[in-house]
């Protein structure tokens, strides 16, 4: 799963993308700010840290997303603007957006257009992405009308089609979310080929000082989840060795770095669920999405046991920390088997039973 951050130039995106890349040891290059980076990034999991603090395995393997840090977008200019559409081919092969925008002041930070504003910064951004979808929307509904003019045998998937995006333009025009046109779960699926911008689940930013953490929302976000941090503190945290880190986020009465929340924000917004399994040789997170049932989970560690799938031996997280281990689960009655249907949940330690 990727993750692009767009915002305006000196929102503090590429910071914050620095942070989270860990940038000082990952291999990231920053220092063409013109230029899109891309980092893979290991989702914080304490569940995983207990499993292998337990199991003592050869191997250790976290969940991943991938972060793209695309350059920032002046859009106050026409060059700019023609800069901006050269990625919307990244933001739309992206499965999410962060919208990273700019609350903090400071004199030696040039402000994008002269001002601090946040919410401006938002309206202005999405306005964009939805200029984007609707220059797609028309441009497919000309290929379809010239279609239907041929002689053809697709003549009534086509006239469906040219429905829905009229319906979608429609939307669009009268600044209403595209998702608001879609009236069946095949519309759904057609529209996914065409990765609208604004049909992607996004996570807004605010940059601040780090003493106006607690800010409120900006109004232009919507129905969005916003977060509050200040990409100057992460990148610097991201800079310390571990120790340093705990002494310097007590310093600041911060219990976790904005970092990770952002991480595990971003695989929520996804509708991302981990779980996993554990031995000596091996601790992992296995990414799927929520409600994927037993048997497709199976398959994402190899095909052959969801060929041969018998049981999910499962037990809950929580319920095998309680227990203290596998045996004490056991004793408790907190194990159990589950079918192929079963819909795994977030936590689950599974092993699985099969025979090929």
């Not at 026409?78 to 957006?97: F, L």
């Not at 930070?109 to 929307?137: C, H, K, L, S, T």
């Not at 779960?185 to 605010?206: D, G, H, N, W």
Request: glycine share 6%; net charge negative.
């Amino acid at each position: 799963m990727r993750v692009a951050l767009v915002g305006p130039p000196q929102s503090g995106k590429s910071s914050l993308f620095a942070a989270v890349a860990q940038a000082g040891g990952s291999g990231v290059d920053l220092s063409r700010p013109d230029q899109a980076h891309l980092a893979v990034v290991k989702v914080p999991d304490e569940r995983l840290v207990w499993l292998a603090d337990h199991y003592k395995p050869k191997k250790f393997t976290p969940a991943e997303l991938e972060f793209l840090d695309l350059p920032g977008f002046d859009l106050s200019e026409e060059a700019g603007r023609s800069r901006a559409r050269t990625h919307w081919s990244a933001m739309r092969q992206s499965d999410m957006i962060v919208l990273v925008v700019r609350d903090f002041p400071g004199d030696t930070v040039p402000a994008y257009r002269g001002r601090i504003n946040a919410a401006g910064d938002i309206d202005e951004m999405v306005a964009e992405m939805v200029f984007a979808d609707m220059d797609q929307v028309s441009s497919r509904l000309e290929k379809l009308r010239a279609a239907m003019k041929k002689p053809t045998s697709k003549k009534d998937e086509y006239a469906h089609e040219m429905a829905l995006m009229e319906r979608l333009l429609a939307a669009l025009e009268a600044e209403k979310p595209m998702a608001e046109a879609v009236t069946t779960a095949a519309e759904e699926k057609l529209l996914r080929s065409f990765q609208f911008l604004s049909l992607k689940p996004t996570l807004v930013v605010v940059n601040c000082a780090e003493n106006a953490l607690e800010g409120p929302a900006p109004a232009s976000a919507g129905a969005r989840p916003v977060m509050r941090l200040s990409a100057r503190i992460e990148q610097e945290l991201a800079q310390l060795d571990p120790a340093e880190r705990e002494v310097f986020l007590a310093d600041l009465g911060i219990v976790s770095p904005a970092r990770d929340r952002l991480i595990r924000g971003c695989y929520q917004q996804l509708n991302l669920v981990s779980f996993l399994t554990a031995g000596e040789d091996e601790c992992r997170a296995w990414t799927i999405p929520a409600g994927t049932t037993a048997v497709v989970a199976a398959e994402e560690i190899h095909s052959d046991i969801a060929r041969g799938f018998i049981r999910a031996e499962t037990v809950a997280f929580a319920d095998l920390q309680a227990a203290g281990d596998m045996k004490g689960a056991k004793a408790h009655g907190r194990i159990r088997l589950e079918g192929k249907t079963y819909p795994v949940a977030d936590g689950d330690v599974i092993n699985f039973r099969f025979n090929v």
